[in-house]
Protein backbone atom coordinates (compact mmCIF):
# COMPACT_ATOMS: atom_id res chain seq x y z
CA UNK A 1 0.00 0.00 0.00
CA UNK A 2 1.23 3.24 -0.81
CA UNK A 3 0.61 6.04 2.09
CA UNK A 4 0.39 9.66 1.40
CA UNK A 5 1.86 11.19 3.93
CA UNK A 6 1.53 15.37 3.30
CA UNK A 7 -2.00 16.11 1.89
CA UNK A 8 -2.31 18.94 0.24
CA UNK A 9 -5.83 21.14 0.21
CA UNK A 10 -6.97 23.86 -2.19
CA UNK A 11 -9.94 25.69 -1.04
CA UNK A 12 -10.55 26.81 2.58
CA UNK A 13 -14.39 27.05 2.71
CA UNK A 14 -15.83 24.47 5.26
CA UNK A 15 -15.68 21.73 3.37
CA UNK A 16 -11.92 22.32 2.66
CA UNK A 17 -11.52 22.81 6.43
CA UNK A 18 -13.48 20.21 7.02
CA UNK A 19 -11.50 17.47 4.77
CA UNK A 20 -7.97 19.32 5.95
CA UNK A 21 -8.91 18.56 9.60
CA UNK A 22 -10.12 15.13 9.06
CA UNK A 23 -6.87 14.10 7.30
CA UNK A 24 -4.69 15.69 10.09
CA UNK A 25 -6.65 13.16 12.43
CA UNK A 26 -5.46 10.58 9.87
CA UNK A 27 -1.79 10.98 10.65
CA UNK A 28 -1.21 13.19 7.55
CA UNK A 29 0.71 16.39 7.53
CA UNK A 30 -1.47 19.00 5.60
CA UNK A 31 -1.17 22.62 3.52
CA UNK A 32 -3.75 24.38 3.19
CA UNK A 33 -4.28 26.97 0.42
CA UNK A 34 -7.22 29.66 -0.82
CA UNK A 35 -7.03 31.61 -3.46
CA UNK A 36 -7.71 34.54 -0.65
CA UNK A 37 -4.78 35.52 0.76
CA UNK A 38 -6.70 37.80 3.34
CA UNK A 39 -8.80 34.11 4.63
CA UNK A 40 -5.60 31.96 5.50
CA UNK A 41 -4.00 35.03 6.99
CA UNK A 42 -6.59 34.44 9.40
CA UNK A 43 -6.33 30.80 9.49
CA UNK A 44 -2.75 31.18 10.23
CA UNK A 45 -3.45 33.75 13.15
CA UNK A 46 -6.77 32.43 14.77
CA UNK A 47 -6.18 28.96 13.77
CA UNK A 48 -10.28 29.01 13.35
CA UNK A 49 -12.00 29.30 10.34
CA UNK A 50 -14.90 31.51 11.53
CA UNK A 51 -15.90 32.51 8.22
CA UNK A 52 -17.22 29.43 7.27
CA UNK A 53 -17.20 26.81 10.21
CA UNK A 54 -17.58 28.97 13.07
CA UNK A 55 -16.28 27.25 16.53
CA UNK A 56 -14.22 24.50 15.03
CA UNK A 57 -10.04 24.79 15.33
CA UNK A 58 -8.19 23.59 12.99
CA UNK A 59 -5.75 20.19 13.85
CA UNK A 60 -2.18 21.17 15.01
CA UNK A 61 -1.13 19.34 11.91
CA UNK A 62 -2.89 21.82 9.43
CA UNK A 63 -0.60 24.47 7.89
CA UNK A 64 -2.53 27.25 6.01
CA UNK A 65 -0.67 28.62 3.40
CA UNK A 66 -0.81 31.86 0.74
CA UNK A 67 1.24 30.28 -2.04
CA UNK A 68 0.14 27.55 -3.83
CA UNK A 69 3.90 26.84 -5.09
CA UNK A 70 3.94 25.34 -1.29
CA UNK A 71 1.67 22.45 -2.81
CA UNK A 72 4.86 20.93 -4.52
CA UNK A 73 5.54 18.48 -1.80
CA UNK A 74 2.31 17.01 -1.32
CA UNK A 75 1.42 13.22 -2.09
CA UNK A 76 -2.10 13.52 -2.84
CA UNK A 77 -4.08 16.91 -3.43
CA UNK A 78 -7.80 17.39 -2.73
CA UNK A 79 -9.66 19.81 -4.86
CA UNK A 80 -12.38 21.59 -2.67
CA UNK A 81 -13.35 24.32 -5.00
CA UNK A 82 -16.52 25.01 -6.66
CA UNK A 83 -17.16 23.01 -9.41
CA UNK A 84 -17.63 25.81 -11.95
CA UNK A 85 -14.01 26.90 -10.77
CA UNK A 86 -12.69 23.74 -10.86
CA UNK A 87 -11.15 24.09 -14.28
CA UNK A 88 -9.49 27.33 -13.47
CA UNK A 89 -8.72 25.93 -9.92
CA UNK A 90 -6.56 22.98 -12.04
CA UNK A 91 -4.76 25.28 -14.22
CA UNK A 92 -3.85 27.58 -11.15
CA UNK A 93 -2.25 24.25 -9.47
CA UNK A 94 -0.87 22.32 -12.90
CA UNK A 95 2.65 23.72 -12.84
CA UNK A 96 3.18 23.09 -8.65
CA UNK A 97 1.97 19.38 -8.24
CA UNK A 98 4.33 16.98 -8.44
CA UNK A 99 3.71 14.27 -11.41
CA UNK A 100 2.36 11.44 -9.89
CA UNK A 101 0.58 12.83 -7.13
CA UNK A 102 -3.19 11.89 -7.19
CA UNK A 103 -5.88 14.90 -7.74
CA UNK A 104 -8.93 14.61 -5.89
CA UNK A 105 -11.97 16.37 -7.08
CA UNK A 106 -14.47 17.29 -3.76
CA UNK A 107 -16.93 19.30 -5.73
CA UNK A 108 -20.36 17.79 -6.57
CA UNK A 109 -21.64 19.43 -9.91
CA UNK A 110 -21.20 19.41 -14.12
CA UNK A 111 -18.91 22.42 -15.41
CA UNK A 112 -22.13 24.38 -17.55
CA UNK A 113 -20.90 24.77 -21.18
CA UNK A 114 -18.65 21.88 -21.25
CA UNK A 115 -21.20 19.64 -19.51
CA UNK A 116 -17.83 17.59 -18.09
CA UNK A 117 -17.52 16.38 -14.89
CA UNK A 118 -15.01 17.18 -12.50
CA UNK A 119 -12.57 14.11 -13.44
CA UNK A 120 -13.10 14.85 -16.75
CA UNK A 121 -12.15 18.29 -16.22
CA UNK A 122 -8.55 17.34 -14.21
CA UNK A 123 -7.68 14.37 -16.50
CA UNK A 124 -7.79 17.28 -19.60
CA UNK A 125 -5.94 19.83 -17.29
CA UNK A 126 -3.68 17.54 -15.48
CA UNK A 127 -3.07 15.00 -17.65
CA UNK A 128 0.11 13.84 -15.28
CA UNK A 129 -1.94 13.58 -12.34
CA UNK A 130 -4.30 10.46 -11.66
CA UNK A 131 -7.85 11.83 -11.00
CA UNK A 132 -10.25 10.76 -8.31
CA UNK A 133 -13.27 11.98 -6.94
CA UNK A 134 -14.51 11.83 -3.38
CA UNK A 135 -18.36 12.17 -2.57
CA UNK A 136 -20.95 10.97 -0.20
CA UNK A 137 -23.59 11.96 2.62
CA UNK A 138 -21.49 14.15 4.54
CA UNK A 139 -21.88 17.41 6.28
CA UNK A 140 -18.81 20.05 6.33
CA UNK A 141 -19.49 20.52 9.78
CA UNK A 142 -20.33 17.21 11.08
CA UNK A 143 -16.59 16.17 9.27
CA UNK A 144 -15.02 19.22 10.92
CA UNK A 145 -15.68 17.77 14.52
CA UNK A 146 -14.90 14.02 13.48
CA UNK A 147 -18.55 13.04 14.09
CA UNK A 148 -19.20 9.52 12.51
CA UNK A 149 -19.21 9.52 8.40
CA UNK A 150 -18.87 7.44 5.57
CA UNK A 151 -18.35 8.20 2.25
CA UNK A 152 -16.13 7.03 -1.27
CA UNK A 153 -13.52 7.38 -2.70
CA UNK A 154 -12.89 6.55 -6.58
CA UNK A 155 -10.60 6.21 -9.11
CA UNK A 156 -9.81 4.51 -12.70
CA UNK A 157 -7.43 2.49 -10.64
CA UNK A 158 -9.44 0.67 -8.06
CA UNK A 159 -6.15 -0.28 -5.70
CA UNK A 160 -5.26 3.66 -5.81
CA UNK A 161 -8.98 4.48 -5.06
CA UNK A 162 -8.14 1.91 -1.96
CA UNK A 163 -4.47 3.47 -0.63
CA UNK A 164 -6.16 6.87 -0.74
CA UNK A 165 -9.00 5.74 1.39
CA UNK A 166 -6.48 4.10 3.56
CA UNK A 167 -4.48 7.33 3.69
CA UNK A 168 -7.56 9.70 4.53
CA UNK A 169 -9.79 7.40 6.85
CA UNK A 170 -10.00 8.09 10.31
CA UNK A 171 -11.73 7.06 13.55
CA UNK A 172 -14.12 9.20 12.62
CA UNK A 173 -14.54 9.15 8.45
CA UNK A 174 -14.85 5.95 7.00
CA UNK A 175 -13.97 5.86 3.19
CA UNK A 176 -15.05 3.42 0.67
CA UNK A 177 -13.08 2.76 -2.77
CA UNK A 178 -14.74 2.16 -5.96
CA UNK A 179 -13.71 2.70 -9.53
CA UNK A 180 -16.79 3.94 -10.96
CA UNK A 181 -15.58 7.36 -11.09
CA UNK A 182 -18.60 8.86 -13.45
CA UNK A 183 -20.96 6.96 -10.92
CA UNK A 184 -20.12 8.63 -8.10
CA UNK A 185 -20.14 12.06 -9.71
CA UNK A 186 -23.61 11.45 -11.22
CA UNK A 187 -24.83 11.03 -7.62
CA UNK A 188 -23.21 13.99 -6.10
CA UNK A 189 -24.06 16.43 -8.72
CA UNK A 190 -27.59 14.94 -9.40
CA UNK A 191 -28.86 15.32 -5.82
CA UNK A 192 -27.85 18.88 -5.53
CA UNK A 193 -30.55 20.14 -8.09
CA UNK A 194 -32.91 17.35 -6.55
CA UNK A 195 -32.46 18.57 -3.06
CA UNK A 196 -33.19 21.91 -4.25
CA UNK A 197 -36.77 20.43 -5.65
CA UNK A 198 -37.20 18.71 -2.06
CA UNK A 199 -37.19 21.98 -0.07
CA UNK A 200 -39.08 24.11 -3.01
CA UNK A 201 -41.85 21.43 -2.11
CA UNK A 202 -40.79 21.78 1.76
CA UNK A 203 -41.56 25.38 1.91
CA UNK A 204 -44.62 25.16 -0.60
CA UNK A 205 -46.21 23.23 2.08
CA UNK A 206 -46.65 19.99 0.04
CA UNK A 207 -46.51 17.58 2.89
CA UNK A 208 -44.12 14.68 4.00
CA UNK A 209 -45.69 12.55 0.96
CA UNK A 210 -44.99 14.79 -1.62
CA UNK A 211 -41.47 14.86 0.10
CA UNK A 212 -40.96 11.33 -0.51
CA UNK A 213 -42.29 11.11 -3.93
CA UNK A 214 -40.07 13.66 -5.02
CA UNK A 215 -36.80 11.85 -3.67
CA UNK A 216 -37.97 8.58 -4.55
CA UNK A 217 -38.69 9.67 -7.87
CA UNK A 218 -36.04 11.97 -8.40
CA UNK A 219 -33.61 8.82 -7.61
CA UNK A 220 -34.94 7.50 -10.53
CA UNK A 221 -33.70 10.08 -12.39
CA UNK A 222 -30.83 10.00 -11.19
CA UNK A 223 -30.71 6.02 -12.13
CA UNK A 224 -31.67 6.17 -15.38
CA UNK A 225 -28.72 9.55 -16.29
CA UNK A 226 -26.58 7.34 -14.11
CA UNK A 227 -27.44 4.15 -16.81
CA UNK A 228 -27.22 5.92 -19.95
CA UNK A 229 -23.84 7.36 -18.81
CA UNK A 230 -22.64 3.62 -18.34
CA UNK A 231 -22.67 4.09 -14.34
CA UNK A 232 -22.52 1.01 -11.72
CA UNK A 233 -26.21 0.40 -10.32
CA UNK A 234 -24.33 -0.42 -7.14
CA UNK A 235 -22.64 2.95 -7.17
CA UNK A 236 -26.16 4.52 -7.33
CA UNK A 237 -27.64 2.72 -5.12
CA UNK A 238 -24.57 3.42 -2.18
CA UNK A 239 -23.63 6.44 0.00
CA UNK A 240 -22.79 8.50 -3.12
CA UNK A 241 -26.33 8.09 -4.84
CA UNK A 242 -29.00 7.70 -2.75
CA UNK A 243 -27.29 7.88 0.96
CA UNK A 244 -26.35 11.44 -0.43
CA UNK A 245 -29.65 12.26 -1.95
CA UNK A 246 -31.47 11.32 1.15
CA UNK A 247 -28.93 13.00 3.28
CA UNK A 248 -29.36 16.63 1.60
CA UNK A 249 -33.21 16.34 0.70
CA UNK A 250 -34.53 15.97 3.69
CA UNK A 251 -32.49 18.54 6.08
CA UNK A 252 -32.44 22.47 6.52
CA UNK A 253 -28.24 21.79 7.17
CA UNK A 254 -28.48 21.30 3.47
CA UNK A 255 -27.53 24.60 1.90
CA UNK A 256 -29.27 22.89 -1.52
CA UNK A 257 -32.42 22.28 0.57
CA UNK A 258 -32.84 25.76 2.49
CA UNK A 259 -32.32 27.20 -0.72
CA UNK A 260 -35.21 25.52 -2.63
CA UNK A 261 -36.98 26.02 0.95
CA UNK A 262 -36.85 29.43 0.23
CA UNK A 263 -37.90 29.81 -2.91
CA UNK A 264 -40.93 27.43 -2.01
CA UNK A 265 -42.10 29.92 0.51
CA UNK A 266 -41.76 33.19 -1.93
CA UNK A 267 -38.66 34.09 -0.14
CA UNK A 268 -35.40 34.94 -1.62
CA UNK A 269 -32.90 32.73 -1.15
CA UNK A 270 -30.15 32.26 1.30
CA UNK A 271 -26.73 34.47 0.02
CA UNK A 272 -24.91 31.10 0.56
CA UNK A 273 -23.19 28.64 -2.36
CA UNK A 274 -25.77 26.30 -3.78
CA UNK A 275 -24.26 23.99 -6.21
CA UNK A 276 -27.56 22.74 -6.94
CA UNK A 277 -28.41 26.62 -8.30
CA UNK A 278 -25.47 25.96 -10.63
CA UNK A 279 -25.69 22.59 -11.93
CA UNK A 280 -29.88 22.46 -12.83
CA UNK A 281 -28.99 23.63 -16.61
CA UNK A 282 -26.15 21.40 -17.02
CA UNK A 283 -27.77 18.37 -15.62
CA UNK A 284 -30.76 18.89 -17.52
CA UNK A 285 -28.37 19.98 -20.79
CA UNK A 286 -26.59 16.52 -19.80
CA UNK A 287 -29.97 14.37 -20.09
CA UNK A 288 -30.69 15.91 -23.55
CA UNK A 289 -28.07 15.27 -24.68
CA UNK A 290 -28.26 11.42 -23.98
CA UNK A 291 -32.33 11.53 -24.67
CA UNK A 292 -32.69 10.60 -20.74
CA UNK A 293 -36.09 12.21 -19.70
CA UNK A 294 -35.21 14.19 -16.31
CA UNK A 295 -38.50 16.14 -15.44
CA UNK A 296 -38.06 17.01 -12.08
CA UNK A 297 -34.58 18.24 -12.63
CA UNK A 298 -35.96 20.19 -15.92
CA UNK A 299 -38.76 21.71 -13.48
CA UNK A 300 -36.09 23.09 -10.84
CA UNK A 301 -34.31 24.32 -13.67
CA UNK A 302 -37.12 26.26 -14.93
CA UNK A 303 -38.05 27.73 -11.66
CA UNK A 304 -34.81 28.82 -10.78
CA UNK A 305 -34.49 30.46 -14.52
CA UNK A 306 -38.08 31.74 -13.63
CA UNK A 307 -39.36 30.07 -16.89
CA UNK A 308 -42.29 29.17 -14.92
CA UNK A 309 -43.71 28.99 -11.00
CA UNK A 310 -43.48 26.84 -8.68
CA UNK A 311 -46.77 26.43 -8.89
CA UNK A 312 -46.43 25.90 -12.63
CA UNK A 313 -44.00 23.17 -12.07
CA UNK A 314 -46.41 21.05 -9.41
CA UNK A 315 -49.01 21.42 -11.80
CA UNK A 316 -46.83 20.35 -14.96
CA UNK A 317 -45.39 17.49 -12.61
CA UNK A 318 -49.03 16.22 -11.22
CA UNK A 319 -50.66 16.40 -15.14
CA UNK A 320 -47.57 14.10 -16.63
CA UNK A 321 -49.03 10.91 -18.18
CA UNK A 322 -49.66 8.14 -15.75
CA UNK A 323 -47.38 5.02 -16.72
CA UNK A 324 -45.79 2.21 -14.65
CA UNK A 325 -43.55 2.35 -12.29
CA UNK A 326 -39.92 2.31 -13.99
Not at 171 to 177: Q, S
Amino acid sequence: MTTFSTIGVLGAGAWGTALANAAARAGREVVLWDIDAGHIATLSETRTNAAYLPGVDLEPAVRPIAAIADIVDADAVLMVVPAQAMSAAAENAAIHLRPGAPVISCAKGIERGSLQFMSQILRAVLPDNPAAVLSGPSFAADVARGLPTAVTIAADDEWLAADLAASLASPGLRLYHSDDVLGVEIGGAAKNVLAIGAGIAAGRGLGASAGAALIARGFAELRRLGSALGAKPETLMGLSGLGDLVLTATTTQSRNFSYGQAIGRGETPPDKLAEGAFTAQALVALGEKHDVELPIAKAVRDVLERAISVGEAVEELLARPLKAEV
